[in-house]
């Protein structure tokens, strides 16, 4: 009788623990520490706990850790007293003691360089008027001031400087905060971007020419060799079902350009990492965000959402818990290449030991997500 052949099932250390190399980044493995805002500086200065959070779990098998957003030489760049600054010789020296934290414990790390844009984040109001592109948080919401052609100016060359600091302290990558319905994505989305001037118009290629603007002067700062990664949103935290490109056509006519003016990889949110993007030509199993931008673009993509936990990052902010859910998914999409690498937000925020366990095999040492860990640096 013929032995009945034995199927091999592929783990998530297997899968999530290769190594990954591209340009001048070579990670261990596939797994990103997503940017979290934790609002937790004193003045705007990283000091000594938020270089331990960090290095923490560099030190537990995170590939690469990107930064908490942290924002950029402007005086309303930011809707949190807490946020960190990417700027001025006492943040950078924070930053500074961040970066050699974390590569101390061998991992490997990337400021998110953030503007806030017109979004609010409470009551706290910044001493300058916010700005945005046509004063509107969202369609029909007018809050703050428009930007003149001097401030767009002013900002994009606040970009460059904020990765020419990082790339001067070290870090290995930078990335810029294009997604959430922050300025640069109230650049990009109709309802945001009523101008009639050159940084306006009706198409999605028009209205990306500010991020565009932002790219090559970050590339001419930093030079041909240091990685840059974009992240991308469709949803806005102004209204979860907004789709800033329809189809694959009209993602093509807004990310090819981007990654034209010098972006070497896309890191692409969405909520539910495993829900398609464009199911009507694909189906319900179909390529999600990041599975589109990789076969768009050809580069690599960074995918995000809800990984590992039930519910969603934004729900965790109202007090809502979440459990642990299988990695099954995950690990399908990515033994087919859909994306590249893959960011883990509230599992690593409660738990800084996530990455180590999922590698030894020890799911049964996952736990889920309380919300009580957004009030400490654990």
């Not at 946020?83 to 998110?112: D, T």
């Not at 990664?229 to 350009?257: C, F, H, N, T």
């Not at 990492?273 to 199911?279: G, L, N, Q, R, T």
Request: hydrophobic share 40%.
């Amino acid at each position: 009788m013929t032995a009945p052949k034995t199927t091999h099932q592929t783990t998530p250390a297997e899968t999530l623990f290769r190594p990954f190399t591209y340009k001048g980044l070579t990670l261990k493995n596939r797994i990103v520490m997503a940017p979290m805002t934790r609002s937790m500086t004193d003045a705007g200065i990283p000091g000594p706990e938020n270089a331990a959070y960090y290095a923490r779990r560099a030190s537990h098998e995170v590939g690469l850790i990107l930064s908490e957003g942290t924002v950029i030489d402007r005086p309303a760049s930011r809707n949190d007293p807490g946020i960190p600054f990417f700027h001025g010789p006492e943040a950078l020296s924070g930053w500074n003691r961040v970066i050699e934290a974390v590569h101390a414990e061998g991992g490997k790390m990337g400021p998110q360089i953030w503007h806030t844009g017109s979004t609010r984040a409470g009551k706290w109001e910044p001493e300058a008027p916010v700005e945005s592109p046509s004063a509107l948080v969202g369609p029909g919401d007018p809050r703050g001031v428009a930007m003149s052609e001097a401030d767009i100016e002013v900002a994009i060359a606040a970009y460059a400087e904020a990765a020419k600091a990082a790339k001067e302290l070290g870090f290995d990558v930078a990335e810029l905060h294009g997604a959430h319905g922050y300025l640069i994505d109230q650049f990009f989305w109709a309802g945001t971007n009523l101008r009639e001037d050159h940084w306006g118009g009706a198409t999605i290629e028009e209205r990306s020419r500010f991020a565009v603007a932002v790219v090559k002067a970050v590339r001419a700062a930093v030079g041909p060799d240091f990685p840059i990664i974009l992240r991308l949103s469709q949803w806005k935290q102004q209204d979860y079902g907004v789709k800033l490109a329809a189809d694959p056509a009209e993602m093509e006519r807004w990310l090819v350009p981007l990654v034209e003016a010098g972006v070497d990889i896309l890191h692409c949110s969405q909520r539910r990492f495993w829900e398609p993007e464009f199911p009507e030509i694909d189906g319900e199993e179909g390529l999600n965000f990041a599975g589109w931008a990789k076969k768009i673009t050809g580069v690599p993509t960074i995918s995000v959402g809800s990984v590992g936990l039930s519910g969603e990052f934004l729900a965790a902010f109202g007090g809502e818990s979440s459990k642990v859910t299988p990695l099954d998914n995950l690990v399908k999409r990515m033994e087919a290449e859909e994306f590249d690498l893959i960011a883990v937000g509230r599992a690593l925020l409660s738990d800084y030991a996530w990455a180590e366990k999922v590698k030894r095999g020890a799911m049964d040492e996952l736990s889920g997500f309380n919300p009580a860990a957004l009030a400490q640096l654990l």
